[in-house]
């Protein structure tokens, strides 16, 4: 295999599209990796989308699930999440906190191609 692909979501609720989206990419890329050649694939929510699990709507509820079951892994900001005290939703969604910065800089390092939603 030969590529690992990031998807960056920090769009928030007023833009609802790009944020269901990454998330729908994000699987169907997880999907298909195999056959595509894609070692790895993750999700980063940042910003508006770590705001996102104050309320999660049925639809991502279901996306986020979805993604956990399938052991695609979904990250997000461990600075937004406790700031604004999301960890039970954070932790709901199996999601993995990481500072942004240090996400960011290991997808430069590891050659990350990153999409942003």
Known sequence: MSGKIAIVINS????????TSGLHVAKRI???KEENQIDAVEVFLFTGAVKLLESVPPE??????ELREAGLMVGACSNQVNNWKLTDPATKYSINLE?????????AREGYTVLTF
């Open 99 to 107: 500072f942004a910065r240090d996400a960011f800089s290991r997808y």
């Open 30 to 32: 997880f999907d298909a």
């Open 60 to 65: 991502v509820d279901k996306t986020l699930t």
């Open 12 to 19: 928030g609720w007023d833009q609802k599209d790009k944020v």
